[in-house]
């Protein structure tokens, strides 16, 4: 399973960016999809994720109300729509695939990452 992140880059703060996650490789329905983030000397944080069918969506504190999960069955691919962006939100996104729960907030319950895209706002 491949995953490409594409999508970040840099913003201001109130400004809005989306980024998507391309899946290849198997069958992108069995997958519970998240969003993971890092930033720069900071341990690697749970963002988001959602279930297989796409009906559930779960966020971290942080993220909730300001950015949305979603994902496309036809394109395999998922996304995360980024609102009201803080500078507390700068850091490198990475989307996972796991075979867990939709709610799964542990880095541990996704098996494959794909390489990060940098998200940096600015005040």
């Known amino acids: 399973v491949q995953l490409q992140a594409s999508g970040g880059g840099m913003a201001q703060a109130g400004d809005s960016l989306r980024l998507s996650c391309e899946v290849s490789?198997?069958?992108?329905?069995?997958?519970?999809m998240a969003w993971f983030r890092q930033a720069p000397g900071k341990e690697r944080e749970y963002v988001s994720s959602?279930?297989?069918?796409?009906?559930?969506?779960f966020y971290a504190d942080s993220v909730r109300g300001r950015f949305t999960i979603s994902r496309n069955k036809a394109q395999n691919t998922v996304a995360l729509q980024m609102d009201n962006l803080k500078p507390e939100d700068t850091a490198l996104y990475y989307c996972?695939?796991?075979?867990?729960?939709?709610?799964?907030?542990?880095?541990?319950?996704?098996?494959?990452w794909g390489l990060g895209t940098q998200v940096t706002v600015s005040s």
């Open positions: 959602i279930n297989r069918s796409g009906n559930q969506a």
């Open positions: 490789g198997s069958s992108f329905s069995r997958y519970v």
């Open positions: 996972a695939a796991g075979q867990s729960f939709g709610s799964s907030s542990s880095s541990g319950a996704y098996d494959y």
